[in-house]
């Protein structure tokens, strides 16, 4: 069955996605002293700066047959419809960017990954799709850790990453159980 799972993290991590450089997108030193673990998921998608309490992270699981004969960047906005409408809810004006961020008129909030699993053993085969939205950031730390090239902001409308990323933290001024408790409200009135 179709499967919503917000989850939480449990130590800081850098996570990079399936076909990223480790060297090209982290300073490991930097990382590693700051107390972070490095890793690398399954999917595709950009790199991903993680402290406890500071994300919201969550997984939707479907059957293949979910996104069957859409493009890629159209099951992004399959996905995450429900999420833009409940950020819309709390006020706020969120916009899809590029194939799979999600910012509002002030920055990035978020980022997905999604990666298509073929049928096996006579299953149906999946999609496996998750985004991790920043609810608050240590800015200046994000960008001692992540490298962020010019390639990678030429095409952004800000001039570093520490300006890129605008937390939901200081756009709704909720708390982050107050912003979760919405999503989880605005996910159960979906039908997949």
């Given amino acids: 069955e179709p499967t919503l799972r917000i989850w939480e993290w449990a130590a800081p991590a850098v996570v990079i996605g399936r076909f990223q450089s480790l060297e090209h997108e982290v300073d490991a030193r930097a990382a590693r002293d700051g107390g972070f673990h490095i890793v690398r998921r399954c999917t595709g998608g950009g790199a991903m700066f993680i ?27 399959l996905c995450d419809h429900w999420l833009v409408e409940a950020l819309d809810g709390l006020g706020l004006d969120v916009r899809f960017s590029g194939l799979n961020d999600i910012a509002t008129q002030y920055g990035k909030l978020g980022g997905a990954a999604q990666r298509r699993f073929a049928p096996r053993d006579g299953g ?12 608050d950031i240590d800015a200046l730390k994000m960008s001692r850790v992540l490298r962020t090239s010019r390639e990678k902001m030429s095409d952004k409308a800000v001039k570093s990453a520490v300006k890129r990323v605008d937390p939901m933290r200081s756009q709704t001024g909720m708390s982050r159980d107050a912003v979760v408790g919405a999503l989880l ?6 039908t997949i």
């Fill in 51 to 77: 402290e406890p309490g500071n994300t919201i992270t969550y997984s939707l699981y479907a059957p293949l047959e979910f996104v069957h004969g859409i493009s890629i960047e159209d099951s992004y906005r």
């Fill in 124 to 135: 149906p085969g999946a999609v496996l799709h998750h985004v991790t939205l920043a609810y």
């Fill in 185 to 190: 409200a605005a996910a159960r009135r979906v």
